[in-house]
């Protein structure tokens, strides 16, 4: 379904990343004890929203990238997708 899914205006189409199950020391975290990830991969990014004269300002995120986004960000379309605005990106992880 998400193949031919084209964002509109400054939002991007990004799918959570699984989060570690092990933490450092070796301790397993039950299912009902993790938090969503905050982190994913850009899967489709919009053409950029329009500043007051009517020019279109490009997204700064690209397909592919890797980025970080607040617990609470973007409208939730299945358990691992998401749709985030780009102003609700923290940031890009190289």
Same mark, same amino acid.
């Given at each position: 379904?998400?193949? /031919? ?6 939002? &991007? $189409? ?10 450092? +020391?070796? !301790? ?5 004890? /993790? ?6 991969? &850009? $899967? ?10 009517? +020019?279109? !300002? ?37």
């Amino acid at each position: 379904m998400f193949e /031919k899914f084209r964002p509109l205006a400054d939002r &991007v $189409l990004v799918r959570r990343l699984e989060e570690e199950t092990m933490t450092a +020391s070796g !301790i397993i975290i039950p299912d009902a004890a /993790k938090e969503k990830a905050q982190t994913g991969k &850009v $899967l489709a990014v919009g053409p950029g929203k329009l500043d007051e004269k009517g +020019s279109r !300002i490009p997204v700064q995120v690209k397909v592919g990238d890797m980025i970080y986004f607040g617990k609470y960000a973007g409208t939730e379309l299945g358990d691992d997708h998401l749709i985030i605005r780009e102003d609700e990106i923290l940031g890009i992880v190289e």
